[in-house]
Structure formats: C-alpha cells, structure tokens
C-alpha cells in the first residue's frame, strides 16, 4: 500500500511538471523597437548633434508583429507608431517585412530605402552566436542570453525562450534554440522586445513572402546603398548598418 501510495506521488509530481513546460510550436509576438535618439545621432554626427540636440525626442518606439511556427516565419509593421511632428527625427528602417524560410535556410525580405523599395531574397544571414548563464524574463518566458556577430562587424545581444520551438527573432536575426524575444543592436542604439506573446488561432495563412520591389540579392542591396550613402561623408557610412539587420 505504501510502495502504490509513493508511485502515485511520483506521477503526480512528474505529471504536474510536464503541465507547467510549455513547448510551443506557433505564435504570434508583439514587439517594440526603441531608439535612443541621443545616443544614436551623438554617434552618427557629434557636432551636428550639438545643434540640433533640442529638436530630438529622447527615445522613439515603434510596434511590430512577428508571426510563425518552426518552418517559417513573417515579420512585419505592427499598429502605426505616434510621432511628434515637430521631432527631427524620423525611424529609420522600420517597414521591413521579412519572409524565413527556416526549412529551406532563406528568406525574401522586402526593405525601403529612402525612395526605393528592394526585395531581397537570399540565404539567411550568418550569424556566430556564443550562450551565456545570463537569463530574464520577457513577456512571462523565461529567456536565455546569447551575443552574436552579424557580417563579423555588428555585435547584437539576444534573449531567448527555448519554449517557442522556433529559431527566429526580430527583423532577420534567427539561428538560436529558440525563439527570441528581446533584442539589442549597440551600434544603433536600438532595442526590440516583445510585449505580448498569443499562442491560439494564430492566422499561418498569412505567413507569405511580400512580392513588390526591386528584386535583389542582400549583397547587391548593400553595395547600391552603400555606394549612395558614402556620398554623405561619414554620416552617410555610418547609417550604411541599419539595412544590414
């Protein structure tokens, strides 16, 4: 009696901790993407920043979605952002709308730039990622810290749940165990995190890649861009890694 009486403890509790594990396999995400404004045009331009420091807002937040399961994925612009008309500043790349392909290893990426709107499709980005101890919690999953190099040059830092089985994030990071759900970019003084997370009737058969735009490789993209914006001097070189996420 004793020995049935323990087995039915240990089931219960075994029972009781697969209840709480929650292995999700699709999900829609809300993110807000927030620029230091300062500090972002602090580093694009020091003296031009000094003289219009009292025009920029502090910080600026725009809304995206992303939606998908382990085999493919869309991000996209979210509910329309307020932005104080009289502000200097404007976000930038902030309408891109990314197709992954996670089977396949590619993506088609619709981005605007200034008056020209590319339509990238390639190989997903190569990124080295290294794991560390450090975790937090965003919107209620717990999230583990990895930092990454993308294009050996733009260091990113990364929170994710390996309770999303889906090895996306925002804009076109992706190749963790997980989904990610908190984001940084140093560089740009931009920080994403997701503020709700819905896991039922999630609307796959929206998951399409967008179709209009100039169609070109994320090589080709970088290089026209590139060539345009170095005729800004170093400001112009500078914005250059804004299109590279």
Same mark, same amino acid.
């Given at each position: +009696? ?28 809300? &993110?807000?993407?927030?620029?230091? /404004? ?50 200097? &500043?404007?976000? /930038? ?20 730039? &200034?008056? #020209? ?36 040059? /733009? ?7 390996? #309770? ?6 925002? #804009? ?6 997980? +989904? ?23 609307? +796959?058969?929206? /998951? ?12 080709? +993209?970088?290089?026209? *861009?590139?060539? *345009? ?17």
């Amino acid at each position: +009696m004793k020995k049935a009486f323990f087995l039915l403890l240990i089931l219960g509790a075994a029972l009781g901790a697969g209840a709480q594990a929650r292995f999700l396999g699709q999900v829609k995400i809300e &993110y807000e993407r927030t620029v230091n /404004v300062p500090a972002y045009y602090k580093d694009l331009d020091g003296e031009w920043y000094e003289r219009i420091k009292e025009r920029l807002p502090k910080q600026v937040t725009t809304y995206h979605e992303f939606i998908g399961d382990s085999t493919r994925s869309l991000y996209h612009p979210g509910k329309e952002a307020v932005l104080d008309p009289r502000s200097w &500043y404007r976000p /930038v790349a902030d309408k891109n709308v990314i197709y992954t392909d996670f089977r396949a290893a590619r993506t088609v990426a619709q981005k605007p730039v &200034y008056e #020209e709107t590319f339509l990238i499709e390639d190989s997903l980005s190569k990124i080295k990622w290294r794991l560390t101890a450090d975790t937090r919690v965003i919107a209620g999953y717990e999230c583990r810290k990895a930092i990454g190099i993308l294009d050996d040059s /733009v260091a990113i830092f990364a929170f994710y749940t390996d #309770e999303i089985l889906i090895p996306g994030g925002p #804009e076109g990071i992706q190749g963790l165990p997980g +989904m990610i759900l908190g984001m940084g970019v140093p560089r740009l003084h931009t920080t994403w995190f997701a503020t709700k997370v819905d896991v039922f009737d999630i609307p +796959m058969s929206t /998951v399409k890649p967008a179709t209009k735009g100039k169609k070109t490789s994320r090589a080709a +993209m970088m290089k026209q *861009v590139g060539e *345009v914006l170095r005729d800004w001097g170093s400001f112009g070189s500078k914005m250059v890694v804004n299109f590279t996420i």
